[in-house]
Nanobody, 124 residues
Framework: QVQLVESGGGLVQAGGSLRLSCAAS????????VNWYRQAPGKQRELVAS???????HSADSVKGRFTISKDNAKNTVYLQMNSLKPEDTAVYYC??????????????????WGQGTLVTVSS
């Protein structure tokens, strides 16, 4: 079973930068796709950025040009580099990993797991 540990959130002034990390642990798995979501107080969770097989990426219009998703395959760690932060970027950020593995009785499985969330607060 894959587990995720997020880190890197905190308080930053508008215009500043933060880098979020999401480390995946487990054995015998392959990451197929990665997403970063965020949820601001009183709002629905929204998709911020995605990375698919072949390292294709997609970003929400609200963060395009400011946020970059990347992955270190050797470390099984996903990053979200956030630059030019704005107060409206304040939210809890969650990583979401879609992965596959092989289990003797079930065969190949396609699963997903969520990180615990990390709070990003941008002050004006």
């Amino acid at each position: 079973q894959v587990q995720l540990v997020e880190s890197g959130g905190g308080l930053v002034q508008a215009g500043g930068s933060l880098r979020l990390s999401c480390a995946a642990s487990g054995s015998g798995f392959s990451i197929n796709a990665v997403n970063w979501y965020r949820q601001a107080p009183g709002k629905q969770r929204e998709l911020v950025a995605s990375m698919f097989s072949g390292s294709k990426t997609h970003s929400a219009d609200s963060v395009k040009g400011r946020f970059t998703i990347s992955k270190d395959n050797a470390k099984n760690t996903v990053y979200l580099q956030m630059n030019s932060l704005k107060p409206e970027d304040t939210a809890v950020y969650y990583c979401n990993v879609h992965y596959s593995d092989y289990e003797f009785r079930e065969g190949y499985r396609y699963l997903e797991v969520w990180g615990q969330g990390t709070l990003v607060t941008v002050s004006s």
